[in-house]
């Protein structure tokens, strides 16, 4: 399967952004999704996550201000950003696996980051 990820860009603080993860080729690897990112200097973080039955699970830094949800029929993952702080600023990355436990794997499939900027 091959990800584009989408909709990165540079917002002020208490904005919002929405990423897309578009997936194409053999999707059958589309199962489970996460949303992954990676600031200067830190490690890469799952930031959310979703299955193909919509279960879904958050990091505690992003609860209550992440949304992610999918539409299965279009191969497509969303995580609407809301509330960002400059704690936000990262390169966000797309990652797909059949089964849950592979996500974040380097061998699952993952899309090229997107860099979201926010600003105080």
């Known amino acids: 399967v091959q990800l584009q990820a989408s909709g990165g860009g540079a917002v002020q603080a208490g904005g919002s952004l929405r990423l897309s993860c578009a997936a194409s080729?053999?999707?059958?690897?589309?199962?489970?999704v996460g949303w992954y990112r990676q600031a200067p200097g830190k490690e890469r973080e799952l930031v959310a996550l979703i299955t193909s039955s919509h279960n879904t699970n958050y990091a505690d830094s992003v609860k209550g201000r992440f949304t992610i949800t999918r539409d299965n029929a279009k191969n497509v993952v969303w995580l609407l950003m809301d509330s960002l702080t400059p704690e936000d600023t990262a390169v966000y990355y797309c990652n797909a696996a059949p089964q849950l436990y592979e996500l974040g794997k380097s061998f699952s499939s993952w899309g090229p980051g997107t860099q979201v900027t926010v600003s105080s």
């Open positions: 080729g053999d999707t059958s690897s589309f199962n489970a």
